[in-house]
């Protein structure tokens, strides 16, 4: 007798079915079952047999699953008389807990065939597809546990839920017309409004009107992307004025809007079906607000069976953005969206986690997640050693934590962008329920070395072992875990804020260092930040500061008053409320804003993708790079602005000084770490931080580091922003535990 023990994403995705289907095929006796760890099978038979059925399980398995580890055992005979599926078994370990799957062909197939039972159902499903991670409430996943629970089951849907060679075989969402959810569509008093609610939903779209759109993690709010008046009431009402949206279409209309490529499509029609950031078409029926002074635009394709039916009407895009205010986290119930919605498509089927659509950013070598969630989360990652079970908190932006133990580490959705309450609930809520499903009680806890952070304060109060993890350090041991690196390495942090060692605040370093100990061998020149955050929102007056500090007359900067001038100027030469600062994305905002691109901000970065954007898709390699100094430890790049200046005073072409600046960026990097090279012999390299999601700046770097005989790492399982920040904080505070 032979005994499998199976873990990776191997429930709720068609796996015991398959398992039962080739036993039976094979005439091989036995059972399989969901377990907590895993899947768990039995099986006598022919030795002949025996090896067949391993074979055709590790090559043929259903589309959505995934083994992570297969270990095989081989016992005495049982005496199984038949093949069965178990009642699922519960022990202590840790479950998979598959993703939300994008509806699968088959489905949308059904979905639009008059003649089947779910002709036009929204809430179809089968064990190759549909909700999972959004409806589940306890582990090992079965209906009772999850948002389906309140829906019997009808005596049809029954009958394919216990038939082993139907597509619904113990497909847990099972539902049909008859006995499972029901859309409906409100006002915005919540009153029902009667019809076809895909019908209404589309006529109000079609009027101007703002739709919020219940989906699989959360809602959608929703409006015509080619409707200048319908985007612009958007953007007022969500108080977004500039920052860019995603737009849904079909996939036959994608070719109208964006460019790409084969893999990228398939990328787009994956089962997590994430948003992908493609160049936009010029001639393009999606009107500029939607990503204005962007060349990209983020697109994705349905994914959920209402998607589908939405989408049948001709020639529809929709902006299709996250159902919440302002960084807040992403709202499961219309109440909390009536400030913002006119109408509401919506349905009885509970969201019990929510999770924002995923969004990805394609380049030439990997593609880089902006964010981690929808269709990716809760799937752990291997790590490079066994931990023992660490919670890692985050920092403030782009919260997302980690819980890890043994050689997993299981990645939060995105929680959200800020300090509120709201974040919080959402944190605590989730960090919960993630405990619990992977059986974690942390015994370490690691955050962030910044005070005021909520995940900070989170995680003082937890009366465990904790440590404060420098955030550029844990940017950099973040790619190192995904790229399952355990040595010392160069590990360049690219960033925009991060509190320093020595109470600067950091963002421009390069290290050398693993885990347990760095050392930070070259950082940007500091520079006078004044106010603080207050000029983050004002690049214009980074770019006043940096050109005081550079001797230069700041007359060209547009977008200050004289009175901003006036009050800055004291708090330099007085120091007071001024901060210094070593960060890269300060030194893109300042650049940005002496070229007169944003000289205040609406969202982060913006001004420092307008620098990116300028380049185009000029290569680096012709222009000249400016001047700089390296010394001691530091890069000065006083020398660099005082080129710029004179440049813009030579009105010289804004494209040829953004390019320029890139240039300067990358041979200054290359410079510094050939020293670092030079001096301690390593040669891996790392790199991280939020300013490579640059991609002028990632490209060239990569490739004049691989020049120059470098070994180069980047992020692509994890974001290089802040959303990766708790896994390099869980992996640190696991080694520094170690040495103490
Ligand atoms: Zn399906
Ligand atoms: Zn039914
Ligand atoms: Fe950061």
């Known amino acids: 007798m032979k005994r499998f023990e199976i873990n990776g994403i191997v429930q709720g995705v068609g796996f015991r079915p398959f398992v039962y289907n080739l036993a039976r095929k094979l005439k091989l006796n036995g059972y399989v079952l969901n377990s907590t760890n895993g899947v768990e099978i039995e099986l006598e038979g022919t030795k002949k047999a025996l090896i067949q059925f391993k074979d055709i399980l590790l090559n043929e398995l259903p589309p959505a699953a995934k083994i992570e580890e297969l270990v095989e055992f081989d016992l005495s005979d049982a005496g199984y008389s038949d093949f069965e599926i178990r009642q ?38 089968c064990t190759n597809c549909g909700p999972r991670y959004s409806i589940i409430e306890k582990t090992p996943y079965d209906r009772p546990v999850t948002s389906m629970k309140t829906f019997e089951m009808c005596s049809f849907c029954e009958s394919e839920y216990r038939d082993p060679t139907n597509r619904r075989f113990h497909a847990q969402p099972i539902a049909c017309p008859v006995c499972g959810p029901q859309l409906k569509f409100l006002d915005n008093n919540l009153n029902e409004i009667f019809g076809d609610p895909i019908e209404n939903c589309l006529k109000y779209i079609k009027e101007g009107k703002i739709v919020g759109i219940k989906g699989i993690g959360g809602f959608h709010i929703a409006c015509d992307a080619t409707d200048r008046k319908a985007v612009a009431e958007l953007r007022r009402r969500k108080n977004r004025p500039d920052k860019p949206f995603a737009v849904m279409c079909a996939e036959e209309n994608l070719q109208n809007i964006v460019e790409y490529n084969s893999a990228q499509l398939d990328l787009l029609k994956s089962v997590a079906a994430p948003i992908v950031l493609f160049p936009k078409k010029v001639e393009s029926p ?9 060349p990209n635009l983020g697109v994705f394709l349905p994914y959920a069976p209402h998607h589908h039916q939405i989408f049948q009407k001709p020639n529809l895009y929709l902006i299709m953005t996250s159902g919440n205010l302002n960084d807040e986290p992403i709202a499961s119930d219309e109440k909390e969206l009536q400030g913002i919605c006119d109408y509401f498509l919506t349905h009885n089927r509970p969201i019990l986690n929510r999770t924002d659509d995923s969004v990805i950013r394609p380049s030439k070598r990997k593609n880089i997640f902006l964010r981690r969630s929808r269709g990716y989360v809760p799937s752990p990652l291997k790590l490079p050693f066994k931990t023992i079970p660490t919670l890692g908190t985050g920092a403030e932006l782009k919260i997302s934590f980690a819980l890890a133990k043994e050689d997993s580490i299981w990645m939060s959705p995105y929680i959200g962008n800020n300090n509120s309450k709201e974040t919080e609930d959402f944190f605590t809520e989730t960090l919960t329920k993630f405990q619990d499903w992977f059986k974690i009680k942390p015994e370490l806890v690691a ?73 930070r061998k070259f950082h940007l020149k500091y520079m006078p930040l004044p ?79 307008a620098l990116e954007f300028l380049c185009g898709t000029e290569s680096l390699e012709k222009v000249p790079s400016y001047s700089y100094e390296i010394d001691n430890g530091v890069i000065d790049f006083i020398p660099l602005i005082k080129a710029v200046t004179n440049d813009i005073r030579q009105k010289k ?14 041979d200054f990097t290359v410079q510094a770490v050939q020293k670092v090279k030079k001096e301690t012999g390593l040669s891996k390299i790392v790199l991280s931080g939020g300013v490579m999601q640059n991609n002028v700046l990632l490209e060239g770097l990569y490739s004049e580091l691989e020049k120059n005989c470098f070994t180069v790492f980047t992020p692509s399982q994890l974001p290089s922003n802040d959303g990766a920040i708790s896994a390099g904080q869980v992996m640190i505070a696991n080694r520094v535990m170690r040495r103490d």
């Not at 519960?90 to 993703?99: L, Q, R, V």
């Not at 901060?579 to 969202?603: E, K, V, W, Y």
């Not at 072409?653 to 990358?666: D, G, N």
């Open 88 to 125: 699922s078994l519960s022990k202590t370990g840790s479950t998979f807990i598959s993703p939300d799957l994008a509806v699968c062909k088959d489905c949308v197939q059904e979905l639009f065939k008059k003649s089947d039972k779910r002709h036009e159902y929204t809430f179809i499903n």
């Open 653 to 666: 072409s804004r494209t040829e000084i953004a390019l320029r600046f890139h240039k300067t960026v990358i």
């Open 531 to 609: 106010g603080g955050d207050a000029a983050i929102k004002h690049p214009v007056r980074i770019a006043f500061s940096y050109l005081q500090q550079a001797g230069e007359n700041p007359d060209f900067l547009t977008g200050i008053s004289e009175i901003e001038k006036k009050i800055i100027f004291k708090q330099i030469t007085n120091n007071f409320n001024v901060f210094q600062t070593s960060s890269m994305g300060r030194l893109f905002d300042c650049i940005s804003a002496m070229l007169g691109l944003f000289p205040n901000i609406t969202f982060e970065a913006q001004s420092a993708m």
């Open 286 to 294: 999606i009107v500029d607000s939607v990503a204005p002074y962007n």
């Open 447 to 519: 955050c962030d070395l910044q005070p005021d952070f909520m995940t900070t304060r989170f995680a003082e109060k937890l009366n465990l072992p904790l440590v404060k993890v420098q955030h550029h350090h844990a940017h950099v041991a973040a790619v190192m875990a995904e790229n399952m690196l355990d040595e010392p390495v160069i590990g360049i942090s690219y960033d925009g804020t991060g509190y320093g060692l020595d109470g600067a605040i950091w963002g421009g370093e390069i290290f050398v260092g693993d885990y347990q100990n760095f050392e």
